[in-house]
């Protein structure tokens, strides 16, 4: 019982981002945590620990695809403390394709991303309509009209975060 009481008293705690104050409000049992901000159209970010003074993370990456290999125990350090966290203009990934609009096929565009974390790594929706020919990683690739009909690319950063461009194909 001290145990949850500790952990809920560390989840309550105020958070400062952005020169903002989070606040939790409540971390119920059945899996919601509610918090209040005096900021509107922010983009917030749960981040959770093993320990208060712990690394903070993200993404579940560090608990996926734990390999034993000939060991018969394992550890793995787990979630047990949460923080909300406002996402900075900076870490928000931003896409755009220059020109967004390829008329003929092998019309070439350049698709960029800005924020995030690099490294990045592109990918097509319908490889059919539009390819990256040269490479798939990078802030900049080169996206190659193949066949009509609209096609979207999805950049994914180093964190796992990612964002979507429509490039139109009449």
Not at 134 to 141: I, W
Request: glycine share 8%.
């Amino acid at each position: 019982m001290r145990k949850i009481l500790f952990i809920l008293a560390v989840c309550l705690l105020s958070l400062t981002s952005m020169a903002q104050t989070s606040t939790i409000t409540s971390f119920q049992g059945n899996g919601v945590i509610t918090w209040t901000n005096n900021v509107t159209n922010a983009i917030y970010r749960m981040e959770w620990a093993s320990s208060p003074t712990g690394t903070w993370n993200n993404s579940w990456e560090s608990l996926r695809d734990i390999h034993s290999g000939t060991n018969l125990e394992m550890l793995a350090v787990v979630p047990m403390f949460y923080r909300v966290t406002t996402i900075t203009e900076a870490e928000i990934l931003t896409v755009s394709a220059n020109p967004s609009t390829l008329n003929n096929d092998d019309d070439l565009s350049v698709l960029s991303v800005s924020g995030g974390t690099p490294p990045y790594t592109w990918t097509i929706l319908d490889g059919n309509k539009g390819g990256l020919p040269a490479d798939n990683t990078g802030a900049n690739v080169i996206y190659k009209r193949i066949n009509p009909g609209d096609n979207a690319s999805q950049v994914t950063d180093s964190l796992g975060s990612s964002a979507w461009i429509i490039i139109k194909q009449p």
